[in-house]
């Protein structure tokens, strides 16, 4: 089988500055992936006539599908059209259809129409206009010299429902890749090499399935892919039989989506008492809308004033063990889950960085979790700076109430 | 003056996945803008031969910097020192100081030096080997077709050791390019059109000075640049004294360094009552090392029944007036500030949505801050989706703090 690649091409000379990557090449890969395409190089633009026709001309020479994000407004620097229409050796032609659609667009929101947005309706010869639903600018999709070259706008949700409602259809069409199946797994408190070296010795063939780990202090996430459905998943199940406890659900989920699912499926509360994380794990639950069924509240016990007067955590213990103990864990879970009068506490304490001490060094953490029934106090070492020992800090705290508290 | 322009190539078959974008860019891009250098072109492109060396083909043809990160470890798929040598004609020779230094290296850490490590010593000849501080492979500094190819590792703090330390004196040495001068300044709870409207007017050489706004949902950010190092500190003058309440700050900080700077240098404490917000507030000024200087914690009430029994916000008035009113932020603000017995007390309340009401729509955010003289409450109508609202929400309270309490 021939395998057909894509060059991402994303025009805007704010994507060569100091502080903007271009993230629509992420979607559309993801989307081209789905169907067997991959992409072979990507490349990054800004709006001068001449690079722009250098980027097209270079992505013709070495790829099969040329899709661009970007360069199809109504201002002045937008000329890619025009580069398209020369390379393909064909003219722009004002397509009526597209004019009228503008024009009633602009009406109906009692705008004049702007003369220079005339210039969205011009089509090179040959060319498909790719309807776009939320906006205004029409994508393109022309074959030219045995090439596919497809024109998207950058604004992503015009992007997107080009993608999902035009480009994929078409490419599919065109060259009649076969379906190709993906599951995404999602695991956590594991570490990836063993989850890898695990997928290596699993008897499978390559040729079927293929796989892909993406590590990141929240998650461990697997990805297998085939075409043949059942195998795929047949081949997830026995990858998760492997780490059952360490599975945390399928797509693009995070530890605290399978959390606040957990609780609410089994009409239980929480709530947060926070020292290190500072407040980090209320908002990752408050992220999800809905979290108020399960999510109570917290208290952020920056100070050992606040751990003592307001948690309650017994002077006595903080003197004698130190705000970073085990027994501090155990009273601030147990007390917020009182104050909160909550099915179960989460507590955690610990030394984010980079100040540290010979006795307490920078990565240290305890989390506790507990219901009315049982407390259970873990000590973690974690590495990194300080915002990876906080991250991780919160993704063992979720990690450790589903494990103990909610399966 | 020749415009000298840069082609930045990141290699690697990760970065063409649909879940990782080239960060390395983005450095590189802020360090060459300094001295005067603009990126023209950015190519990703995986670990293929036959790709890389199209990659590198390409930018030798339309630039004069090709700067690669990447590709350079001992792993079989690491062969961009080869192709450099092929496009440049020259060959690979083993490097003995370097292949000393590694074995050093492995030797200090009681490893065996693995024989594949060798490749690592492999310098194209008439090239610089570039020093790796934090790490085993050098980078390559070759100049060759009258161009200059520079190839470092794709490990962000090595990559950026050899910017800093090698890369940026040598293209300053070469190119002698006049040196930039550049200023950012910070702006917040000002729309970035009415900054850009302002600078548009403002009188000024724009072959001096330029001028770039960045501008996110946490601040606006306006950064100067020019050769005139007077000229450009005139300026930055001139555009905060148009704006001297939005103005917070120099550099590259949040709304947070600032407030925690000013109650640092005031010796005043605070603490948050978050409801929409979740405890996103604490966890944004927790990730300064040292909050704790300042902040003391806080109440993450996200049920009614917290903000009644814990933060004592009177039954009564949300009952009246609801959890969402400028009533409930009142108490929310002052009683936080009581019971943690802190200078100043922030507290907010609103819908992030997308579940809303008729008359409470999402969006819809009351924020107070307090001292122990005097309450502030405002009230908000954000755009934007749940994490839109919810981020505007962290900064207008911040920000509302430093303009009426800490200025």
């Not at 751990?307 to 009273?331: C, D, H, M, R, Y």
């Amino acid at each position: 089988m021939k395998k057909i690649t894509a060059e991402l091409i994303a025009i805007g000379s704010e994507l060569l500055g100091p502080s903007k990557t271009d993230t629509n090449s992420l979607y559309v890969t993801k989307q081209l992936n789905k169907i067997g395409i991959e992409v072979g190089y990507k490349t990054v633009v800004g709006d001068h006539r001449d690079n722009l026709k250098n980027a097209f001309q270079t992505a013709l020479s070495r790829t099969d599908i040329i899709i661009s994000t970007g360069g199809l407004g109504p201002t002045e620097d937008d000329f890619t059209k025009d580069i398209i229409a020369e390379l393909c050796g064909v003219k722009l032609k004002l397509n009526e259809e597209i004019l009228k659609n503008l024009k009633d667009r602009f009406a109906k929101r009692g705008i004049e129409f702007p003369e220079n947005s005339k210039k969205m309706a011009l089509i090179p010869e040959n060319a498909t206009a790719i309807p776009n639903g939320p906006g205004a600018a029409p994508g393109i999709y022309i074959e030219c010299r045995g090439k596919t070259i497809i024109l998207l706008p950058g604004v992503p949700r015009e992007m997107q429902f080009m993608v999902e409602n035009f480009v994929i259809e078409k490419l599919n069409e065109k060259y009649k890749l076969p379906k190709k199946f993906s599951i995404t797994m999602n695991f956590a408190s594991i570490p990836e090499a063993v989850i890898d070296n695990t997928l290596k010795e699993l008897p499978f063939n390559k040729h079927q399935i293929e796989y892909a780990i993406l590590a990141s202090l929240r998650k461990v996430q697997v990805i297998l892919s085939g075409y043949n459905e059942k195998k795929v998943s047949d081949f997830s199940e026995k990858v998760i039989s492997h780490f059952p406890e360490a599975f945390f659900g399928y797509g693009d989920i995070f530890l605290e989506n399978a959390v606040l699912d957990l609780l609410t499926e089994k009409n239980k509360t929480v709530s947060f008492a926070e020292s290190c994380t500072g407040g980090w794990l209320g908002k990752l639950i408050t992220d999800i809308p809905g979290s108020s069924k399960a999510f109570l509240g917290g208290i952020v016990s920056y100070s050992n004033e606040a751990k003592i007067n307001i948690l309650k955590v017994p002077k006595e213990t903080i003197e004698k063990f130190g705000a970073v103990s085990p027994q501090t864990a155990f009273f601030m879970a147990n007390n917020v889950r009182k104050i909160f009068n909550s099915d179960f506490g989460v507590g955690i304490t610990g030394v984010a960085g980079p100040s540290q001490s010979e006795k307490k060094p920078a990565g240290l953490v305890y989390i506790a979790a507990c219901s009315n029934e049982k407390t259970i106090v873990k000590k973690y070492n974690f590495r990194g700076n300080r915002d990876m020992v906080r991250q991780q800090s919160t993704s063992r705290a979720f990690d450790l109430l589903r494990r103990e508290f909610l399966k």
